[in-house]
């Protein structure tokens, strides 16, 4: 049975190094057998900004004409969905948060509308995993990000249970993540974990 993974490299600068860390991780998961994995760098399609008109609330859609129409349906689709963005200003990159606040189609659907996000039979079925990165370090440094996150995961149905983060400070210039003693080990370990956690999921 394929394992699908939908990841975003959120950071505005293209191969920085919250996006490194993604590909590490996407770089063990493809050695699992069945794995479908996809990377969307948000750099490259258009989410605008929430206009907080809650149309969503009564179209079940957002009135925007950008790409996060079939950006919805690819988290819906998939098993594990990977957010990866870096710390700017003490929390997740402007492109990232776009993401999030959009995904209050999402909350219209499950709360105002009342209607499925995914499947029932998927319910309790799916993985989150946040990735990050940040150039100072503070061991706080993440904590504003940790809120958004699990909302954003929430509204797409994944129990907070099964959210894995990731979190690497002190890593500022684009690069030194290579530099780093444990990060590399660390995306590739957890990359092969979230696998096999999946494969238990969907009973194989």
Known sequence: MTIRVLAFACSPRRH?????????????MAEEDGTDIEKLALTEITINPCRGCNACEKLNRCVQNDDLNFVLEKIIEADIVILAAPIYCMGICAQAKAL????????????????????????????GIFISTAGQDWDYVFDAAIPPIKCFFHVSDIKEKDIEYLMINNVDHKGEIQKHPTAKDDAETLGKKVIARMREMKGE
């Open 100 to 127: 999030v606040d959009r995904a209050q189609v999402f909350r219209s659907r499950k709360y105002v509308l009342h209607l499925p996000v995914v499947p029932p039979e998927r319910k309790g079925k799916r993985i």
């Open 16 to 28: 920085g190094n919250s996006e490194t860390l993604l590909d590490y991780m996407l770089e063990s």
